[in-house]
């Protein structure tokens, strides 16, 4: 798959296309569906490329920066994702305030017909585009029909609940990175490498493996979970409990950790290895002790939970 990062990455004898378009962050459910339309019609019109337009940054970020939305997935995520669904190509818009004033029929003409020469255009029913989000899928069809193009805007059903990026972040706030994973398709994930920290958990008894949590991502709400740690240098996978948090019960420590006990490991050395932490089932919410015998007491049980967790799931 090819990632284009302007648009004079995009080859100038590029052939009729499928395109569509949208943020894609977390590629959930209902993007998946979408992709898989577009792969679909490809196929019934005779059309070899697929092409996903998305911008970065997050549009919301130069508009709005203070409103802007804590990103599921990086760019790079985002195409290993779009990739396992059929996609050909990933166009990255790099969004910007002069971007943001293009009319809806700027946009058509700049990237959809002159840039990707569409033949088909697929997105979310509710997807709106061009300056003051001007631009919907009738607008859409209305310019497909002078442009040769088709369009087609599909429900992002999912049951009871719609899913949406929104709505997994809500899920993230509270801690329910089960109805995260359910929307997702898979169970939400943060990325980083392994710093230093105080050592405390190894004092403990517990040694973890702690990431930063990411300046501008999404992470689960404080508290303590079951999941897995994989080294992203040699592929080993260990089942975990992690906590996310600034470990209140001692004071002056005010940086957001990922923190990940191996379970039954203590010989493992992480530092400086760039791992990925699957969030399984919340275990319980972030708790100040009065001390450190009963951190240690619930820490015993949070990791009998985890195991149980996990083994259940394995």
Known sequence: ?????????VPADLGRTVVTIGNFDGVHLGHRHVLAQA???AGDLGVDTVVVVTFDPHPMAVLRPEHAPPILTSIETRGRLVE???????????????????????????????TLHARAVVV?????????????????????????????????????????????????????????????????TVRGVVVKGDQRGRELGYPTANVPTPVDGAAPADGVYAGWLTRRDTGERFPAAIS????????????RRVESYVLDRDD???????????????????VKFEGVEALVETMHDDVRRARTVLEQRS
Request: charged share 25%.
């Open 1 to 9: 798959m090819q990632i284009w990062r302007s648009f004079d990455d």
């Open 39 to 41: 792969r679909a019609t």
């Open 84 to 114: 396992e669904t059929g996609v050909d190509a990933v166009l990255v818009v790099p969004f910007d305030r002069e971007i943001a004033g293009w009319s809806p029929e700027e946009f058509i003409d700049r990237v959809l017909v002159g």
């Open 124 to 188: 979310g029913a509710n997807f709106r585009f061009g300056h003051r989000a001007a631009g919907d899928v009738a607008l859409l069809r209305e310019a497909g029909a002078t442009r040769d193009f088709d369009v087609e805007g599909i429900a992002l059903d999912g049951g009871p609940q719609v899913w949406s990026s929104t709505y997994i972040r809500q899920c993230l706030a509270t801690g329910d990175v089960a109805g995260a994973a359910e929307a997702l398709g898979r169970s939400f």
């Open 244 to 255: 996310v948090g600034t470990n209140p019960t001692f004071d002056g420590e005010r940086e």
């Open 268 to 286: 493992l050395e992480l530092y400086g290895v760039e791992v990925e932490v699957e969030f399984v089932e919340r275990l319980r919410g972030m």
